[in-house]
Nanobody, 126 residues
Framework: VQLQASGGGLVQAGDSLRLSCAASGRTFTGYVMGWFRQAPGKEREFVASIVWSVGRTSYADSLKGRFTIFRDNAKNTVYLQMNSLEPEDTAVYYC????????????????????WGQGTQVTVSS
């Protein structure tokens, strides 16, 4: 499995960005795709996830309403639309994929994911 994240950049507060994560190497039915981020000096944190086959999404509480995760089945690509960006959103954003193992699986934890992309830098200036 390979994940290629892209779309990061330098933007101003209030701007929008769309990150992409192109996945390859297998079919992803039965898998969950997620976005995490890591700011300098901080732990990597959950941003959003989507169960590939049914499109069920989940978000970090603090990001609901500003960030949207969605997928394009034909392109095997997951996107993260980020609106009203704030300087606190500055981080390296990582996409990840993991097999759905349980109906009660917690997709907000890193342990739910088996493969990780290389990360893309998002910098939001004030």
């Amino acid at each position: 499995v390979q994940l290629q994240a892209s779309g990061g950049g330098l933007v101003q507060a209030g701007d929008s960005l769309r990150l992409s994560c192109a996945a390859s190497g297998r079919t992803f039915t039965g898998y969950v795709m997620g976005w995490f981020r890591q700011a300098p000096g901080k732990e990597r944190e959950f941003v959003a996830s989507i169960v590939w086959s049914v499109g069920r999404t989940s978000y970090a509480d603090s990001l609901k309403g500003r960030f949207t995760i969605f997928r394009d089945n034909a392109k095997n690509t997951v996107y993260l639309q980020m609106n009203s960006l704030e300087p606190e959103d500055t981080a390296v954003y990582y996409c990840a994929v993991g097999r759905v193992r349980s109906v009660i699986q917690d997709f907000t934890t890193r342990e739910s994911y088996d493969y990780w992309g290389q990360g893309t830098q998002v910098t939001v200036s004030s």
